[in-house]
């Protein structure tokens, strides 16, 4: 604890030090004049009149992001290179080292030391410059601080440097205040925390990491001495950007100073002055395109643009980003490494790094939202062949990519919740009229005439459960008539499906009761919005919004209030329960009631090895391959595309490799976790499948059928697709 020290004493100590301090500077530089009267101006300060900065320190420092282990680093943020730490995770040398290389009697005096100040005046009068300052650490201490102060003028923290009597009297004001307030252990601490150790590292945790890579706890005694020597002149002794020996000089001083104050042998000191100067110099990443992996570089850009929405860290988003970049948080993210590493693996397995065509892969959590992975085959960054789009989760220019029959999904729910069972049945053909027009060839008498992909396994009486499994194209336009396609499109934003396209947005705003392609993906999607849907449906009807963050800790302890899931429930839990014992039949499994018949991907069952289910999406031409699979923990979207050419068809022979990279990330997520069942739904829900809904009798075309594209789009449609490619 400090010293109480009568007001008296602390008057006379200000006024002789600042005597001293006077004479100390005005040798070197100030006329005699300025000296005359400066005693009488000296006064001393109160603990509580001291600026707010050194009275509750709020310097900046570097804010870490964490894989959800809370152990894997990802990157770090910052402006100015700098963490806090505890006195007590400081090496004793290291505290021992800084004291003998700058204040030898930190522990006696009062915060301004008499015989130092008249030491370092003889010194500079024999010297004849200013060789030696006579400020103790609790000076330099006040001099950081108020250089660094962000609520102070640029003049103001430029001023607290200056060479002037006014600059130093206010320093030993503001030193010994503090000095009666706190403890010296606490003042060296803050000390060791603020200074500059050259090479960008601002505190000792900063230059432990930057010189050696390790952590401030672990410094030898000749590194904690070079270390100690730096703060001096930190770029002229810096080992990696100043005089490497003019650093080992330095060391040799301290390790000196520490033997004369008898904090180690001269034995010791010796030794440690022959050690071989051994750096491990660390630069510490900043920002998302320093990621310690480039793999992870689009997950962080993912959280930082979700963090310049929160409120709690700031009014605005240029507020939030100095937050990021100043505010020394630990960010434990959702990102799990495993289920990344697996992500990252299975893009690239189906397109190279770097390749035109992308596979951009999403992996979510349902009942949380948390995000585990974002992968692509791509490097994050501004570099040659280097992207910092937001390819899997969409924003600015990436508006998404079609997804195909995965919006059959979306379809089947709206019917369930409308009263339709899973038994609802329907003699689908191979062409559907259709109320839409269409003047082109293929049309059916006017009518837009959807098609199916393979007549040979789609045509015929269907349910939901092998209308689903087997994506039938005529089952699922003739269902969305029945419910109607406004219905269907408010079910897929509803789910979190977002329409970032212009052309997209207004179709569902003002004409969804015609948009009857909607139901075989023609709105563009991406990778995350599609896995949260399905991840809602896995959670048998809770939407959580997705979330990069599994916590967010401040400097002092206190947890942020955000990244907690934000759930509600947009289905009941029956209607999702259906829908998911439908999903199960393009998987290769069979649902509750015994009614899948064949599927799209029947491979997944064998590569997840557990309960699962999924759907495959194709769209027009083959122009991009989709597959989203979910089990009861986790949703898995791909769709692979190319990001920069909707011209450029991927092709279907691709669709089984996007299959298999999927399911794999998704037996990579659930591996470590209890195998869970889902639950089947009512038998009120699934109706009677011996006993089906009476199905409507099949219209047929009027004409011989022609080649269509796979979804047997309209002219009119077909018009509005190549414009958006355009």
């Known amino acids: 604890m400090p010293r109480p020290r009568s007001p008296l004493t602390r008057l006379l100590t200000v006024l002789l030090a600042g005597l001293l301090a006077g004479l100390v500077v005005a040798v070197a530089a100030l006329p005699g004049s300025l000296l005359a009267g400066a005693a009488t101006k000296a006064g001393f300060t109160a603990f509580d009149d001291l600026p707010a900065a050194l009275r509750t320190p709020a310097q900046p420092q570097r804010s870490y992001l964490y894989a959800r282990d809370g152990r894997t680093l990802l990157t770090t943020f910052y402006d100015v290179n700098r963490s806090d730490v505890p006195l007590a995770e400081i090496a004793p040398v290291m505290r021992e080292a800084i004291v003998a290389a700058e204040d030898r009697r930190f522990y006696s005096h009062g915060g301004a030391d008499l015989r130092g100040m008249a030491r370092a ?71 060791l925390n603020i200074a500059y150790f050259g090479s960008g590292a601002y505190g000792i945790a900063a230059a432990s990491q930057r010189y050696f890579a390790k952590a401030p706890a672990d410094l030898t005694l000749g590194e904690a001495a070079l270390l100690a020597g730096l703060v001096q002149s930190p770029d002229q002794y810096s080992p990696i950007d100043g005089d490497k020996r ?12 520490m033997a004369d104050t008898g904090r180690i042998t001269a034995a010791q000191a010796a030794a440690a002055k022959a050690e071989k100067l051994t750096l491990r110099p660390t630069a510490q990443p900043n920002g998302c395109t320093a990621t310690s992996t480039a793999d992870t570089g689009f997950f962080c850009d993912y959280l930082r643009r979700w963090w310049l929405t929160q409120p709690a860290f700031g009014a605005n988003p240029e507020e939030r980003e100095q937050a990021l970049r100043r505010g020394g948080y630990r960010v434990v993210t959702s990102l799990d490494p495993a289920v990344q590493a697996t992500a990252v693996a299975q893009a690239r397995k189906v397109y190279a790094d770097g390749d035109k065509r992308a596979l951009p892969i999403a992996a979510v959590e349902p009942g949380t939202g948390r995000v585990l992975a974002m992968a692509v085959n791509r490097q994050y960054g501004l570099g040659r062949g280097e992207t910092m789009n937001p390819l899997i989760s969409g924003g600015g220019s990436v508006e998404g990519y079609q997804a195909g029959s995965t919006f059959k999904m979306f379809t089947m729910l709206a019917a369930l919740e409308s009263g339709r069972t899973l038994s609802t049945g329907f003699d689908a053909p191979s062409r559907l009229p259709t109320r839409y027009a269409d ?77 009857g392609a909607f139901t075989l993906g023609v709105a563009a999607t991406t990778p995350l919005d599609l896995a949260n849907a399905y991840a809602t449906v896995a959670s048998e009807g809770m939407y959580c919004a997705p979330t990069p963050v599994v916590s967010v800790t401040a400097p002092d302890g206190a947890k942020v209030p955000v990244g907690q899931p934000s759930c509600k429930r947009v289905l009941s839990e029956d209607v999702a329960r259906a829908a998911t014992d439908a999903a199960r039949c393009p998987v290769g499994q069979q649902s509750a009631y015994g009614q899948c018949n064949g599927g799209t991907a029947s491979g997944v069952d064998g590569i997840v090895g557990r309960p699962v289910a999924g759907k495959t999406g194709s769209s027009e031409k083959n122009a991009t391959e989709t597959f989203v699979g979910f089990t009861p923990q986790v949703a898995v979207a791909g769709i692979a595309a190319n990001p920069d050419d909707s011209t450029d068809l991927v092709g279907s022979a691709v669709q089984s490799e996007v299959i298999d990279a999927v399911a794999r990330t998704i037996r990579t997520a659930v591996d470590p976790l209890p195998v869970r069942d889902f639950t089947a739904p009512s038998a009120e829900l699934a109706g009677d499948p ?24 309209p002219a009119d449609i077909m018009r509005w697709l190549q414009g958006r490619r355009g």
């Not at 011996?690 to 789009?713: A, V, Y």
């Open 121 to 191: 005046l003889v010194a500079n009068v024999t010297g004849g410059g200013t060789s030696q300052g006579g400020s103790t650490l609790t000076m330099q201490y006040v001099r950081n601080v108020l250089k660094t102060d962000p609520s102070r003028t640029a003049e103001e923290r430029a001023a607290a440097t200056e060479q002037t009597m006014g600059r130093k009297l206010q320093e030993i004001r503001y030193a010994t205040a503090l000095e009666d307030r706190l403890s010296k252990d606490e003042i060296l601490n803050r000390y």
């Open 690 to 713: 011996q006993r089906p809904e009476p199905p409507r009798p099949s219209p047929r075309p009027t004409q011989p059928p022609q080649p269509r594209d796979d979804q047997g789009l």
């Open 246 to 257: 003019a650093a080992l000089d330095r060391r040799g001083y301290v390790l000196d100073s």
């Open 439 to 515: 003047d082109s060839e293929s049309s059916c008498d006017g009518k837009w005439c959807p098609a199916n992909a393979n007549p040979e396994r789609m045509d015929g009486y269907r349910m939901m459960w092998d209308g689903f499994g087997r994506s039938v194209n005529t089952y699922f336009v003739w269902l969305a008539e029945q419910v109607g396609e406004d219905k269907v499109v408010e079910m897929a934003q509803r789910l979190g499906i977002t329409f970032r396209s212009k052309a997209d947005a207004d179709f569902a705003a003002h004409d969804a009761k015609n948009w």
